[in-house]
């Protein structure tokens, strides 16, 4: 159950934000909040991450339906040891920003995006992609140096 509440709270904090987005920068655009580093710029992204893929609306909802449906598998079949929990709420990240997203794709047919990182010009985000990053980050490092060791060491 508390994985699921903890799902729950991330894509509200999700929706929240892209609703602030889309009530308070729409209208305006872009906020500059620190020049030259950090702006908050509206963005309705109708594509893939950074904007690849635009207009493919119903190949990103199935494909995130097969997704989720395989992280929730997986998330299931994990062992149930402690040692597994840092994957579990790996899983958790990446599933709730996909249903943050997801949620976005289905009821507007984009997604709204409005973190920008203006130092490195880098494509606009939102929180449920920063849980994704972070997510598939976590997994990948505890791959590589953590599940890989235990395997070794059996």
């Known amino acids: 159950m508390l994985p699921v509440i ?3 709270l991330l894509i509200i904090v999700d929706q929240v934000t892209k609703y602030f987005a889309y009530t308070r920068l729409q209208p305006v655009g872009s906020i500059t909040v620190i020049e030259g580093v950090f702006d908050l710029t509206y963005l309705e992204n109708r594509g893939a991450a950074f904007g690849l893929f635009q207009g493919a609306r119903w ?6 339906v ?5 992280m929730i598998y997986y998330y299931v079949k994990l062992p149930k040891e402690k040692s597994y929990n840092k994957a579990r ?3 958790l990240l990446v599933m709730s920003g996909a249903v943050g997203n997801f949620i976005d794709r289905v ?3 984009f997604v709204i995006d409005f973190f920008h990182a203006t130092f490195i ?3 606009v985000f939102n929180v449920a992609d920063s849980l994704v990053v972070i997510g598939v980050f976590l997994m990948f490092i505890l791959l590589i140096f953590v599940y890989k060791d235990e395997k070794t060491e059996k």
């Open 121 to 123: 010009d880098f494509p």
């Open 59 to 64: 190949f990103f909802v199935v494909i995130t």
């Open 107 to 109: 009821r507007n047919g």
């Open 89 to 91: 709420f790996a899983l």
């Open 6 to 8: 903890f799902c729950l």
């Open 66 to 70: 097969l997704i989720i449906c395989g």
